[in-house]
């Protein structure tokens, strides 16, 4: 076989499917950048922060209505195992979304101090939930704590989100400073042409 039926060598193809896979690894870090910095990105967070937030208010809610016998112990128990089964789905969908915001933003992610502290709840929440599932009462607490940070995630989206609808007004001010200034100096020379006139 002449080298015109398999024009390729097998290092040209491997060269090809090297480039191939860097721009299609780029591609997708470009796509989950701007998802996860988009409206949609941000208000999906507070969803699932908004969410996870109830669960937790929800199974306090039961322990203390099951302590006080107003809910059969055998009942509270199923109730809050399946509270349980969320908080960690939660905790691994939380740490999906740092993965993610690890991977498109890289090093740069730790330049902010409030997302440091947000990964280490985070990376906190999760291995408790999944370490130390059942074996201490005390570290529940714990857990409920660091859920509870969660709320400042919330605040943090919704500044965000604000931020982000902030850009275009910034924008469009500046736009009318620059048309406004550019009105004054045509009137100035309006009337320095009227003076001379008269």
Not at 78 to 87: C, Q, T
Request: proline share 3%.
């Amino acid at each position: 076989m002449t080298n015109e039926q398999h024009p390729l060598l097998p290092s040209d193809r491997l060269a090809q499917a090297e480039h191939f896979t860097a721009h299609t690894a780029a591609s997708a870090r470009r796509q989950t950048k701007r998802y996860l910095t988009s409206k949609t990105g941000h208000y999906s967070v507070l969803a699932l922060v908004s969410v996870d937030i109830s669960a937790i208010f929800a199974d306090l809610i039961l322990q203390l209505l099951t302590c006080e016998g107003r809910i059969p112990l055998k009942d509270g128990e199923k109730a809050s195992d399946v509270l349980g089964i969320l908080s960690l789905v939660f905790s691994c969908l939380f740490m999906v979304e740092l993965l993610a915001s690890l991977w498109s933003f890289g090093p740069a992610y730790f330049k902010s101090k409030f997302h440091c502290l947000d990964a280490t709840v985070i990376l906190a929440g999760f291995i408790l939930d999944v370490v130390l599932k059942g074996m201490l009462e005390e570290i529940g607490s714990i857990v409920v704590v660091l859920r509870l940070w969660r709320v400042f995630k919330i605040i943090e989206e919704l500044s965000a989100g604000a931020e982000e609808q902030m850009e275009p007004l910034q924008e469009q001010i500046e736009d009318l400073e620059k048309e406004n200034h550019g009105l004054r100096e045509q009137v100035t020379q309006l009337r320095m042409l009227q003076s001379q006139m008269a």
